[in-house]
């Protein structure tokens, strides 16, 4: 079993930054992939940006220049660094782990609960 919880939601108004926290705990032989989506009201859950073991790390355009995701020094861990927030980055923030289970039990994709990012004045 693996746990992922984020932390760091909020409101905040439109240009300021808020900061993102994910941590995946269990049985985690090992983490190939961390990463955080988003959904809005009505709409469907998108990738925000995806950090790979291998040190690589995508965004999606509409944040391209504006938030950053970092790996921790334990690498069960997670950063979401969100500036220059807009109305329309408002919604359920997610993190994702993926990876390979303890005991040869084969890979695991957990999610967390989500955090509420509000951007309004």
């Known amino acids: 079993q693996v746990q992922v919880v984020e932390s760091g939601g909020g409101l905040v108004q439109p240009g300021g930054s808020l900061r993102l926290s994910c941590e995946a705990s269990?049985?985690?032989?090992?983490?190939?992939?961390m990463g955080w989506y988003r959904q809005a009201p009505g709409k469907q859950r998108e990738l925000v940006a995806t950090?790979?073991?291998?040190?690589?790390?995508d965004y999606a355009e509409a944040v391209k220049g504006r938030f950053t995701a970092s790996r921790g020094t334990a690498k069960n861990t997670v950063y979401l660094q969100m500036n220059s927030l807009k109305p329309e980055d408002t919604a359920v923030y997610y993190c994702?782990?993926?990876?390979?289970?303890?005991?040869?039990?084969?890979?695991?994709?957990?999610w967390g609960q989500g955090t509420q990012v509000t951007v309004s004045s």
């Open positions: 994702k782990a993926e990876g390979r289970l303890t005991g040869w039990a084969g890979d695991f994709g957990s």
């Open positions: 950090t790979t073991s291998g040190g690589s790390t």
């Open positions: 269990g049985s985690i032989f090992s983490i190939s992939a």
